[in-house]
């Protein structure tokens, strides 16, 4: 855990503005900037950033926050991610501490190090002369020198301990190197030799751009044709996908994901500038790969364009892979190219326009499926019908819009010519038993959400509170977090006075780097960005301490009222009721004090 004086060291190190300004234009619009908004489409600037507040904030989308919410939402980060990102951005060094989750924080950084070094290690042997061949292959391949240096692909020599040597020497231990499967145990004695040799290495980054795992792919003839890393604290080939650290900001633009299978397919398209493109690294596709790409691809369409080999094997790994797209809500369009072509070759061959094309022209996953099913199965016997009926609705099933569902259930019972009582019945009966989707929102993304109606009295207390030491002191003293019925703003109130109490009230910065609820710090911004009222804000906030003092203790009358008349009912003793009656009248009295 990063601590909280360093959290906010990074964000008084960051100029919110020129951070916001790296990523969107800005224009300035008095003493803030505006712009229009990156998280939703809009045609009029309604996002605002307050250099001085150091806030942003969008009424048109309602979400807002601290430097560390934009890089979040933008980068598609979590916050610890978005800290380290900031902190090296500014040169404000993290330290370590000794404490147990510190140490292995430090162990896996130490793992990040070697995973950078070897990568540079492969990088630099492709320079030397037996790297010649290495070069000249991937020119073959239409691999550019520009795009061998933006991707770092190197080259593994045909060395037993050219890796192992070299990283010993800069003082990597021996159970590292092992944990990253960057080097093996020798079958007798206790000595390690290199995984990777005489291979065109492929780095594998994490989503933020750090390597953490390596594809070998042979040169000439062997098996395999690739070598992947082994699963290892920093990589799990099922959570992976190849250049999504490049791809993600495309993907986000557009909307849509271009799935592909091999390292050379994606490296091919992005050249040719499809640059909304992963790989999957020659594995079926799993859910955690479908939660990472819905967290990238937009609200509203979750668009998957799947572009596989025009053969069986191609159908079947399409095939393999929708089921976990479906379940998390994806929208999936399947791209066959013709020809006995793969991404790479087509590309290559007819040129990325003629890819486009057919992109736009992909059949979604149901066209596709029901054509394969009719093809294989055959539409004119009773029982090819069921065999296709079954499996499509078995696939179907898994959609959770009805309104989906509904339009392919017509077209399965036209194409099969079967009634649509017996589709209706059947698809009800799956969608019944189909899992739920995954409760795990917080990985999806952060779609903005409209601002919420704030309960007056609390939302004016809490604008005043936050600008002003005086005021919160005032409020601090009256009020307690339990006295907000909001529950943004009883949190927002609740750290608020927390800093108060411990004596490190700064403001409202300190108080938006303390605010680990993204929706909190959106409520806060939107409070900070709004015009401050004319008039006395003293008056104003004793009034609604009045207020919500009068509100709280009506609502405790109401149900204490409503206790003594459900006891009398039941019969109570009357000692209960006379207690009750005591409580009612000292309610009362304190209500005639705040009036």
């Given amino acids: 855990m990063i601590p909280q004086n360093i959290v906010e060291q990074i964000q008084s190190a960051n100029d919110i503005a020129e951070i916001v300004s790296s990523y969107i234009p800005l224009k300035r619009a008095g003493r803030s900037f505006k712009a229009c908004c990156p998280f939703h489409n809009e045609k009029t600037p309604s996002f605002f950033v307050s250099p001085e507040k150091g806030i942003w904030h969008c009424f048109g989308c309602g979400d807002g926050g601290s430097v560390f919410n934009f890089v979040m939402r933008y980068e598609r980060v979590t916050f610890p991610e978005a800290v380290r990102l900031l902190a090296k951005k500014a040169g404000v060094a993290i330290p370590e501490y000794s404490t147990a989750d510190e140490r292995e924080g430090e162990k896996r950084e130490e793992l990040y190090r070697i995973n950078e070094f070897a990568a540079k290690w492969f990088s630099q042997q492709l320079a030397t002369p037996v790297g010649k061949r290495v070069h000249a292959y991937l020119r073959k391949r239409g691999i550019t020198d520009a795009l061998i240096g933006q991707f770092s692909l190197g080259y593994a020599p045909d060395s037993w301990e050219g890796l192992y040597r070299a990283a010993r020497k800069k003082g990597y231990r021996r159970e590292s190197l092992l944990a990253l499967g960057l080097v093996m145990q020798k079958e007798r004695g206790d000595g390690l030799y290199d995984r990777f040799r005489n291979r065109l290495m492929i780095p594998i980054c994490d989503v933020s751009g750090r390597v953490i795992a390596f594809s070998g792919r042979v040169l000439g003839e062997g098996n395999p044709k690739y070598m992947n890393s082994p699963e290892s604290p920093l990589f799990s080939k099922s959570k992976s996908l190849y250049g999504l650290h490049l791809s993600k900001r495309s993907i986000v633009d557009t909307g849509t994901a271009v799935v592909v299978e091999g390292y050379f397919d994606y490296l091919t398209l992005y050249s040719a500038g499809i640059t909304n493109v992963v790989a999957s690294q020659g594995t079926a596709f799993t859910p955690d790969h479908a939660r990472i790409l819905r967290r990238y691809t937009r609200e509203g369409s979750?668009?998957?364009?799947?572009?596989?080999?025009?053969?069986?094997?191609?159908?079947?790994?399409?095939?393999?892979?929708?089921?976990?797209?479906?379940?998390?809500?994806?929208?999936?369009?399947?791209?066959?190219?013709?020809?006995?072509?793969?991404?790479?070759?087509?590309?290559?061959?007819?040129?990325?326009?003629?890819?486009?094309?057919?992109?736009?022209?992909?059949?979604?996953?149901?066209?596709?499926?029901?054509?394969?099913?009719?093809?294989?199965?055959?539409?004119?016997?009773?029982?090819?019908?069921?065999?296709?009926?079954?499996?499509?609705?078995?696939?179907?099933?898994?959609?959770?819009?009805?309104?989906?569902?509904?339009?392919?259930?017509?077209?399965?019972?036209?194409?099969?010519?079967?009634?649509?009582?017996?589709?209706?019945?059947?698809?009800?009966?799956?969608?019944?038993?189909?899992?739920?989707?995954?409760?795990?929102?917080?990985?999806?993304?952060?779609?903005?959400?409209?601002?919420?109606?704030?309960?007056?009295?609390?939302?004016?207390?809490?604008?005043?509170?936050?600008?002003?030491?005086?005021?919160?002191?005032?409020?601090?003293?009256?009020?307690?977090?339990?006295?907000?019925?909001?529950?943004?703003?009883?949190?927002?109130?609740?750290?608020?006075?927390?800093?108060?109490?411990?004596?490190?009230?700064?403001?409202?910065?300190?108080?938006?780097?303390?605010?680990?609820?993204?929706?909190?710090?959106?409520?806060?911004?939107?409070?900070?960005?709004?015009?401050?009222?004319?008039?006395?804000?003293?008056?104003?906030?004793?009034?609604?301490?009045?207020?919500?003092?009068?509100?709280?203790?009506?609502?405790?009358?109401?149900?204490?009222?409503?206790?003594?008349?459900?006891?009398?009912?039941?019969?109570?003793?009357?000692?209960?009721?006379?207690?009750?009656?005591?409580?009612?009248?000292?309610?009362?009295?304190?209500?005639?004090?705040?009036?």
């Fill in 302 to 595: 979750h668009e998957v364009v799947m572009s596989f080999d025009a053969d069986a094997a191609g159908e079947n790994a399409a095939l393999r892979s929708v089921d976990a797209f479906l379940q998390e809500g994806l929208r999936v369009r399947v791209l066959m190219l013709p020809g006995g072509h793969d991404p790479d070759t087509f590309v290559r061959e007819k040129g990325d326009g003629a890819f486009r094309k057919l992109m736009g022209e992909a059949p979604e996953y149901f066209d596709f499926l029901l054509e394969r099913l009719c093809r294989n199965h055959g539409v004119t016997g009773e029982v090819g019908k069921a065999r296709i009926a079954s499996e499509f609705l078995d696939a179907l099933a898994q959609v959770k819009d009805e309104v989906f569902r509904e339009a392919y259930r017509k077209k399965l019972s036209e194409r099969i010519d079967i009634a649509q009582e017996y589709i209706i019945r059947e698809i009800n009966k799956r969608t019944r038993s189909a899992s739920a989707p995954s409760p795990d929102r917080a990985e999806r993304g952060s779609t903005p959400q409209q601002p919420l109606r704030l309960p007056p009295g609390e939302r004016e207390i809490v604008r005043l509170m936050v600008e002003d030491e005086t005021i919160i002191r005032q409020v601090a003293s009256e009020l307690t977090p339990e006295d907000f019925r909001d529950s943004h703003l009883q949190t927002i109130a609740r750290r608020a006075f927390d800093l108060l109490e411990r004596e490190q009230w700064a403001g409202s910065s300190r108080l938006l780097a303390c605010l680990a609820d993204d929706r909190c710090t959106a409520v806060l911004s939107m409070l900070i960005t709004e015009e401050q009222p004319s008039g006395d804000s003293g008056q104003v906030v004793r009034d609604c301490i009045r207020y919500l003092k009068r509100r709280n203790l009506k609502e405790e009358l109401g149900r204490i009222t409503k206790e003594i008349s459900r006891r009398e009912r039941g019969g109570a003793p009357n000692a209960e009721i006379v207690e009750l009656q005591r409580l009612l009248m000292k309610q009362k009295t304190e209500l005639l004090k705040v009036s």
